[in-house]
């Protein structure tokens, strides 16, 4: 998100009922301007009557496996977007984002050795038994973004 850019206020609890279940994903992420492709599996909880997303991501092939906690400020009407992972165990700061139209965004700043980055993480193409996330990441304060990450999620 650049500076003057803010999530639209539209969350409501129930937003990420969708990805309540069982599910097989189906993951791609660019290194070494490589696609890399892999499988994993996901688990996901709602609670809290809807205002809360807990899942548990598995990527057994890589030996990993992380938490996305999500969390609706329910005054704001932004979500919170947490990420945890099993190998540090430490919350990272959320990004906060909405859904408008049936596409979830969620923007956040963060550094590398490269220097200050943008991360926007989308939520789209949701149907009852399939949906998709992607990760970008922009250099240019938003001017351009580089897709790095694309996770195809299918109900188990």
């Known amino acids: 998100m650049t500076n003057s850019s803010q999530p639209a206020a539209t969350g409501k609890a129930g937003d990420f009922d969708f990805l309540t279940g069982h599910w097989k994903i189906a993951h791609r992420q660019l290194k070494d301007n490589q696609w890399d492709a892999f499988d994993g599996d996901a688990t996901v ?3 809290l009557g809807g205002i809360a997303s807990v899942e548990e991501l598995r990527i057994p092939s890589r030996n990993f496996s992380g938490m996305g906690i999500r969390l609706l400020d329910v005054e704001r009407k932004l979500w919170a977007d947490h990420w945890v992972n099993r190998r ?3 919350l990272n700061t959320p990004a906060w984002g909405s859904f408008t139209d049936g596409v979830g965004v969620w ?3 963060d ?11 989308v939520w789209d193409s949701i149907s009852s038994d399939s949906c ?4 970008a990441l922009s250099r240019d304060d938003g001017q351009t973004w580089q897709e790095n990450w694309v996770m195809h999620w ?3």
């Open 111 to 121: 550094s590398d050795a490269a220097g200050a980055t943008l991360v926007r993480g």
């Open 154 to 156: 299918v109900r188990a």
């Open 132 to 135: 998709r996330w992607h990760q």
């Open 88 to 90: 540090s165990g430490i």
């Open 45 to 47: 909880y709602a609670a």
């Open 107 to 109: 923007d956040s700043a």
